[in-house]
């Protein structure tokens, strides 16, 4: 293993690390769903992009595959070959394609990366089903890789931490905007490091344990995927308030729409200017969404937004400086903060 | 380890074990709810029984607890005490709420142990977070255990098989009651032992694993498990047909209303007399369900459906006479069978 703390060369390029972990997992992970129940299986297929209701082929949007990069990544950051981070690829990325499908539920969310969610396209109860059996191949996957108890350990906690947070938010949506009863940026940056930040979190340290990296060094790249996640949580939030829905797959503005607490708005909210409380008595109407987005703006809350996502990735970058790391993975690490960001250009 | 392969003193109450059981484990099922987010802990303890909606505390029927008292019975039966099985009690009474959740949801049942289900009292997207999270504790829960990886295969391949067979089960009531497409009796048997006989299978076999038994004691407590819960479940179908709403705590003919295929249906159809073809005609029409009952009946599918439930319950007592186990342990598990039974009278 090479000691390096800092980021490698500047020519890393995020999207074709994504698309090798991609191309390293997608063996595992078509396996591991070849497993399944051919009805679930084909949910899942459809869940992934891979194929049509049906299931004829497809090649639809399948997500970037961040989980399971960060999986492989961690596991060559610790000196190993990045197939032997598959098990934990696979088990986050099922973990995080169930929670999509009951999210989605929980929400009414009915379109996810362009195509109707699963629960539209093939029912309620089918979908609940679906994100059960996607859960359990997790459980399944990881048990049977050769990590130990100890890595499930790690899995459960982070699943326990993402339903705690989806409870936090679905509980905050039913809260006021104003008012003691208001939720704060602290409360949601709470509840986005469990909903987002575990997973990712998790994802980087089960890669890391499986290639036999020390505990300290996946403690470092826990803290460092949290970080990372209630960025990119933030900035989730900045695409649906000011995204295009081309790019987010989701309708503009649906957050507003479903009273969801999300950051911009609650930035802007404990501000204490004028621009603060026109917002809140526009919040308190059924107004158009595009002029509220406006005044969110208006209020500093984009750019408070973006200020805080950016504290939170150097946070992340601190962290992955803190443990020897191998400098390739190391620098690939390094390089999906700015990727994140440019997202929101 | 006192080795005593046959039934002990006939003097054993069931319900009795059944409540020590329940007292042995409770400290432990307290505990590992309340370290949930309290929103949704409120879930699992209504569905429990332990409170109403609101939280207000209340002696709710919260089930026999059959699957915790096999964890406990399991470890005992190895020569351990008890409370060395509460981890595995506590996993798999978790698992069964998550899967009753869930299943109401799917299966649209508003009504379980005489109270609304929890989709129904909360809402369908709290239930399937409140079913998830369960499903995350039992998981937790295991980890943080001294079994190691081995008993999470175990859970993780039990929890695997019951989402199999509840797909197939899905699927069933889909299918026609005659012609090639129709579920066979064999299909049935496969589907009941996953759907209920793993997990009942995998309560026994990890009580016996956290109590020192070898594997090969572990895995004839699962088959003899596996057996039980086939039984189990043919006994459910029989009151659901002709059993008293009072005790079952869910509308009678509510499976018939919902074209589910269960057993005695299955076995009076899969016989060649007039009162088959009968009740297939019948079966086709939107008939009165009491009569249709009575033709099931006629047709020999409760007798057939009780000699089926019989067949399973002495395979499971022979399972268990295949290995060493503790005498009054076994004792207790052998008597399982004619509690079960005697629901049916």
């Known amino acids: 293993m090479t000691a390096v703390s800092s980021a490698g060369p500047a020519a890393v390029s995020v999207p074709d690390v994504l698309e090798r972990c991609r191309e390293l997992v997608r063996p595992a992970l078509t396996e591991a769903v070849g497993r399944l129940h051919p009805w679930v299986g084909e949910m899942a297929g459809y869940a ?3 194929c049509e ?3 004829a082929p497809v090649a639809a949007s399948g997500g970037k595959g961040l989980r399971q990069a960060l999986a492989v990544l961690g596991a060559e950051a610790a000196g190993a070959d990045g197939r032997d981070g598959a098990a934990a690829a696979v088990a986050v990325e099922l973990v995080h394609t169930f929670s999509l499908l009951h999210d989605d539920i929980m929400d009414g969310d009915g379109m996810r990366r362009g195509r109707p969610a699963v629960w539209k396209a093939y029912g309620t109860g089918p979908a609940v089903l679906a994100g059960d059996a996607l859960f359990a191949l997790a459980v399944e996957t990881l048990a049977a890789a050769p990590g130990g108890a100890g890595t499930l350990r790690r899995l459960s906690a982070a699943l326990s931490d993402l339903l705690h947070g989806q409870a936090d938010d679905l509980l905050f949506a039913a809260r006021p905007w104003t008012g003691p ?6 409360a949601y940056r709470v509840m986005a490091e469990r909903k987002t930040g575990a997973l990712l979190g998790c994802a980087a340290a089960l890669g890391a344990l499986l290639g036999g990296a020390p505990p300290a060094t996946a403690d470092a790249l826990d803290r460092a995927g949290r970080h990372l996640g209630v960025a990119f949580q933030i900035v989730d939030d900045i695409l649906g308030l000011w995204g295009d829905p081309a790019v987010t797959g989701k309708p503009v503005h649906a957050d507003l729409r479903e009273r969801k607490k999300t950051f911009p708005v609650l930035a802007a909210l404990d501000t204490t200017g004028p621009a603060a409380r026109r917002l809140a008595a526009r919040l ?6 595009a002029e509220t987005a406006a005044l969110i703006e208006a209020a500093g809350g ?3 937004a973006l200020a805080e ?3 939170h990735l150097d946070a992340a970058g601190a962290a992955l400086s803190e443990v020897p790391l191998r400098a390739t993975a190391a ?15």
């Open 302 to 304: 984009r750019t408070a």
């Open 181 to 186: 009863e208001r939720v704060r940026p602290e």
């Open 53 to 55: 209701v049906g299931g």
């Open 309 to 311: 996502a950016h504290r």
């Open 331 to 345: 620098a690939a690490l390094h390089a999906l903060p700015a990727f994140l960001l440019e997202r929101t250009r």
């Open 48 to 50: 992934f992009g891979w």
């Open 284 to 289: 308190a109407s059924d107004a158009d969404p």
